[in-house]
Every structure is written in C-alpha cells, then in structure tokens.
C-alpha cells in the first residue's frame, strides 16, 4: 500500500495495491465522483515530477477557452509548456493525422471554429489531438472515454485512429467509480487523515 502526501496538513490519497511502477493499464478505482478532479490533480503532479514528462488528461467533459479558435486550444497548451514556434506544433499535428482516414475539410472547418461551435465528436478529438501533442507518457482517462472509443472503432472513426496509433503509452490510467474495466488492473484509491493511513 502507498501513499500520496499533497501538500494537504492533515491528508494523504492513499493506494492499494501501490502507485503504479511498471507499464501497463490501471484502473483507479474511486467510489465518490467528486473526489476526481483532487485524485487527478494529485496523480497529475506525482507522475509529472516523476517523469519531467506530461499525463495527458482526457476528461469526460473537455474544457476549452471558449474565446480561442479549436486550433489555438490544441496547439497553445504545448506551445506554453514546451516553447516550440506555432508553426512546428502545426506540422506536428498534421504529421500525427498523415495516413488517417478521415473528411479533413470537415476537420478544417472544425479547427476555425469557436469550441460552442463543435459538435460532441469534434470536441473528443480536439481534446485528444490536444493531449497528444504534448508527447505524454502516460494517459489519465475518464471512464467514459473507453465506450467512446469502443463506437468510435464500430465506425472506424479517426478518434479511435487517432487513440490507438498514438498511445502505446508505457501507462494508461482510466478512473472508475466501481470496478476495474476488462484489461485493467485494478488500484482502489482512498482519502484518508494522515493519523489512520
């Protein structure tokens, strides 16, 4: 069993089995939603110091800056971080949807527009080309991502294209609130005062 300290005087996020040490994909098992966005944080700012490398996020429901075009919230998080030119993350974007089968004006069309403006497919995407641009070496995914996926194979669709070219990541973390999804190995997560962990 491991615990995670943050920085909390009295808390710690505690784990059993411990936090992940080898690759492969894990389930956090969490009974109470609204511990999420702290398990997240937490587990976003041990792996990060960890590695010196980005957890990709893919949330349930994206957060977009609604005053920026879709293409400024794929590429500015990177370009932040990271300090590459504007141009080079948008040629690395294009080279990460070379040899994809999909409509790219509609997706053209998408990446002009303003986020209140996309449809729920192009918002899934969008946060995804924006979490893989950052070169992560895990991802961190909500449960909800996993049947996505799953009609979006059906359809042969580029999120799934997308997804499963680019994350045979040595990690990939998806959160549930009951039990541990086919394939992943379960780890049951706790918030508990620092005197009983």
Known sequence: MSRLFT????????????????RGHYAFILPEEDQHPALIDALCRHYTNLWR??????????????????????????WYHAGAPLGELDARMQAMLAGLQYDEAALQRALAQLPAQLDTPHRRLAALLRALLQHP??????????????????????LSQLYDR?????????LSNHEAPEGYTPISCRWVSEESA
């Not at 995914?141 to 996993?146: G, S, T, V, Y």
């Not at 680019?166 to 998806?174: G, H, K, R, S, W």
């Open 137 to 158: 070496q895990a991802v961190l995914l909500d449960e909800a991502w996993l049947a996505w996926l799953a009609q979006s194979r059906a359809r042969g669709s580029l």
């Open 53 to 78: 490398a980005p957890l990709a996020l893919l949330e349930a429901r994206p957060v977009f800056v609604s005053n920026l075009r879709v293409w400024e919230n794929i590429i500015l998080p990177t």
């Open 7 to 22: 920085g909390h005087a009295t808390h710690c996020w505690q784990f059993a089995p411990n936090l992940p040490e080898a």
């Open 166 to 174: 680019y994350t045979a990541l040595e990690y990939v973390f998806v």
